[in-house]
Nanobody
Framework: QVQLVESGGGLVQAGGSLRLSCAAS????????MGWFRQAPGKEREFVAV????????EYGDSVKGRFTISRDNAKNTVYLQMNSLRPEDTAVYYC???????????????????WGQGTQVTVSS
């Protein structure tokens, strides 16, 4: 199985940028489609972005389209989430997750993912 560790969170002003990283160990990252999710206090876990095993397909949640970009470097066993034009409503704990099921389409629901990191806090001040 794979272990995931997120980093790069922090406090940023509205309009600013952050880049999150998710480092994988234990198994090659290319075995997994990788997703980012977020969860704010009192809310359900929300899909943010997903990237297929070799980066050919990506998909984004409606609230982050045009502002966030997911990418991956399988040689470094790392997935990234570049977040631009941040808003206070982006404040949440951000999780990366690995989907080991081979599918033609990328998947966006939390229960479809097999492995999760511990999360990293992103706080956007107004």
């Amino acid at each position: 199985q794979v272990q995931l560790v997120e980093s790069g969170g922090g406090l940023v002003q509205a309009g600013g940028s952050l880049r999150l990283s998710c480092a994988a160990s234990g198994r090659a990252l290319s075995n997994y489609a990788m997703g980012w999710f977020r969860q704010a206090p009192g809310k359900e876990r929300e899909f943010v972005a997903v990237i297929s095993r070799f980066g050919g397909r990506t998909e984004y949640g409606d609230s982050v389209k045009g502002r966030f970009t997911i990418s991956r470097d399988n040689a470094k066993n790392t997935v990234y989430l570049q977040m631009n034009s941040l808003r206070p409503e982006d404040t949440a704990v951000y999780y990366c997750a690995a989907d080991e099921t081979y599918t033609i389409v990328v998947r966006t629901r939390p229960h479809e993912y097999d492995y999760w990191g511990q999360g990293t806090q992103v706080t956007v001040s107004s």
